[in-house]
């Protein structure tokens, strides 16, 4: 865990939970996706979104409740910043949660987006492992990372950080700010070939992924449980796919 995870969690007590680590992995990136023959239906969509971002009761979506202030940093910092500035703006778009870049810690910042040279990104994934094989296998697979905490009386996402090392090809780069971002605001599992993610192959957020992080944000779903979650994601995702993206009069941007 990373220094500022760790010491938020430790200052606030029990009043927060370690989300855990929501991982970027090579072998997931790496695996042959054949794209699908046509577009995953609204049955599949539901599906696949109530396994991935769907928790149990009591607080079965963890969501941000406040603004979100991003803090670029590292080696790599002047690169990642427009990405992370581009995300920042989609996010909001499709969350309806302020989101920005700060561009220094005194201004407040609740997600610390890091660039770090390998040899320290690589210390930090064989601890976070725990030594021994399971250690040395994420250092040999773990392209990024974020890590996260949330309160536990309510589920509000309150804490995050994302890990990227600094010798990342501009594509991987720019994979790992949407892969961990869509993490960091609450879709914490990664699609089957079903439906194209840069939760899995794709670089830049598909209209899949787009879809499930507006589903997740939508007011109809905000006291969702578990038991009923199906039925009623279903009916939100149904709405939201006769509506427009919010940011489909931005830039353009592939797959």
């Not at 040999?140 to 589920?155: I, K, N, P, Q």
């Not at 949407?178 to 599992?189: A, D, P, S, T, Y």
């Not at 905000?222 to 995702?237: E, N, P, T």
Request: include cysteine; aromatic fraction near 6%; hydrophobic fraction near 45%.
């Amino acid at each position: 865990m990373h220094d500022f995870t760790r010491r938020a969690a430790g200052a606030a007590g029990g009043a927060l939970i370690a989300m855990g680590v929501a991982l970027g992995l090579a072998s997931l990136w790496a695996r042959p996706q054949q794209p699908p023959s046509q577009p995953a239906s609204a049955e599949v969509l539901t599906e696949t979104f109530v396994r991935i971002a769907v928790a149990a009761d009591p607080f079965p979506l963890r969501t941000w409740r406040n603004e979100v202030r991003m803090l670029v940093i590292g080696e790599q910092a002047d690169e990642l910043r427009p990405l992370v500035e581009r995300a920042a703006e989609s996010f909001a778009a499709w969350t309806g949660v302020d989101t920005m870049v700060v561009s220094a810690p005194e201004q407040g910042f609740n997600v610390l987006i890091e660039s770090m040279p390998r040899v320290e990104y690589a210390r930090g994934v064989a601890e976070m492992g725990g030594g021994g094989e399971a250690g040395q296998y994420l250092e040999e697979h773990l392209v990024c990372y974020s890590t996260g905490l949330s309160r536990a009386d309510s589920a509000a996402l309150l804490r995050a950080t994302v890990a990227i090392p600094d010798d990342l090809d501009p594509k991987e780069r720019e994979r790992c700010v949407w892969h961990e971002l869509m993490h960091v605001f609450g879709i914490f599992g990664h699609p089957d070939q079903r439906v194209p993610s840069v939760l899995a192959r794709a670089t830049t957020p598909t209209a899949g992924d787009i879809l499930f992080v507006r589903t997740l944000y939508d007011p109809r779903l905000a006291d969702l449980r578990a038991a009923d979650a199906a039925a009623r994601v279903r009916a939100v995702i149904d709405a939201l796919l006769d509506e427009p993206d919010p940011t489909s009069n931005m830039a353009a941007r592939g797959n």
